[in-house]
Nanobody, 127 residues
Framework: QVQLAESGGGLVQAGDSLRLSCVVS????????MGWFRQAPGKEREFVAV????????VHADSVKGRFTISRDNAKNTVYLQMNSLKAEDTAVYYC????????????????????WGQGTQVTVSS
């Protein structure tokens, strides 16, 4: 059983930075595809970034490209989302998600591709 625990959210001002962490327990993070998603009030959950198990390939949504960076620390079994130049529209609950390496059926952009989810961490950006 894989468990995911996010942390690092908070209230910041526009232009500030935050780093979200997702600690993985039960399996080694390097054998999983790990994604970050977010859900703003009144909106559907949307893809933010993915780091794939093979080679650590990363993909970021256009809305965060150049500002957010997903990374992985295998020794700490943790995935990070470094968020710079935050904007008010980045306000959302951020979730990390996992699916075993070979079980990823697509590119990792859709919620239904993931088997495990964390509880989420709130990020609020004031303008």
């Amino acid at each position: 059983q894989v468990q995911l625990a996010e942390s690092g959210g908070g209230l910041v001002q526009a232009g500030d930075s935050l780093r979200l962490s997702c600690v993985v327990s039960g399996r080694t993070v390097s054998s999983y595809n790990m994604g970050w998603f977010r859900q703003a009030p009144g909106k559907e959950r949307e893809f933010v970034a993915v780091i794939r198990w093979t080679g650590g390939t990363t993909v970021h949504a256009d809305s965060v490209k150049g500002r957010f960076t997903i990374s992985r620390d295998n020794a700490k079994n943790t995935v990070y989302l470094q968020m710079n130049s935050l904007k008010a529209e980045d306000t959302a609950v951020y979730y990390c998600a996992a699916v075993a390496g070979r079980l990823l059926g697509g590119l990792g952009f859709r919620e239904n591709e993931y088997d495990y989810w964390g509880q989420g961490t709130q990020v609020t950006v004031s303008s």
